[in-house]
């Protein structure tokens, strides 16, 4: 059946020369002229540029995309990393408050105990508690 098939099919895709007089036909439904003149040769100039308009005017939009996002990707990026710094700063700052208050509190814990230290004893009672 396949065989047939492909035979069929080639039978119906064969060539076939065109009728008699069918290129004459077709140039007469064809318009005289071509393209039309331009009117002016400010027209002329302009032709060109619109053309290399058209044809690059959606890869410019494309690369200018891309260069404004790289441009603001960059942005947000510089902007949140200061931020991240600012915050390290400041935190840093607010735990050297903190290590020079302990070491305050500290210091003056230190010199009570060495007043305690050097201090005589209180006289006691002549009494031995032991």
């Keep these: 059946m ?18 008699a007089g069918f290129t004459e036909r077709v140039m007469r439904t064809l318009p005289a002229q071509r393209e039309r003149e331009p009117a002016s040769s400010r027209e002329i100039t302009q032709q060109p540029a619109l053309r290399m308009m058209k044809r690059f005017a959606v890869p410019m939009a494309f690369a200018a995309a891309l260069v404004l996002s790289v441009v603001l990707g ?7 990393q200061e931020r991240i710094a600012t915050e390290q700063r400041e935190a840093g700052l607010a735990a050297s408050r903190e290590l020079m208050q302990a070491l305050h509190v500290t210091s003056k814990k230190l010199d009570l105990a060495y007043q305690a230290v050097q201090a005589p004893p209180p006289a006691e009672d002549a009494e031995d508690h032991t």
């Design 2 to 19: 396949s065989e047939n098939f492909e035979n069929e099919l080639r039978r119906a895709l064969r060539p076939v020369d065109a009728p």
């Design 74 to 80: 960059q942005h947000v990026a510089d902007v949140q």
